[in-house]
Nanobody, 113 residues
């Protein structure tokens, strides 16, 4: 059973930055594509970024140019650097495999002045 522990969320003003981290355990991390997902209140969970085992990345149009995903297979950790944050980025952020399995608790990101 793979487990994910997300951290790094918080309250930030519009235009600010946050770096999310996700530690994975219970599997061979390096063989899985990894992704970040988010769920805003009243909305469906959406896939915002991925980092494949081959080093390719994917970004949703809504975050392209502002968010950067990276992974450290030696540490079983995936990161999401978020810059130029907007109020519409407010959500609970989750990491998971691509495609996703069981979900962790997520980390809350709130962008507000």
């Amino acid at each position: 059973q793979v487990q994910f522990v997300e951290s790094g969320g918080g309250l930030v003003q519009p235009g600010g930055s946050l770096r999310l981290s996700c530690a994975a355990s219970g599997s061979i991390f390096s063989i899985y594509h990894m992704g970040w997902y988010r769920q805003a209140p009243g909305k469906q969970r959406e896939h915002v970024a991925s980092a494949t085992t081959g080093g390719s990345t994917y970004y949703a149009d809504s975050v392209k140019g502002r968010f950067t995903i990276s992974r450290d297979d030696a540490k079983n950790t995936v990161y999401l650097q978020m810059n130029s944050l907007k109020p519409e980025d407010t959500a609970v952020y989750y990491c998971n495999n691509v495609p996703p399995g069981s979900w962790g608790q997520g980390t809350q990101v709130t962008v507000s002045s």
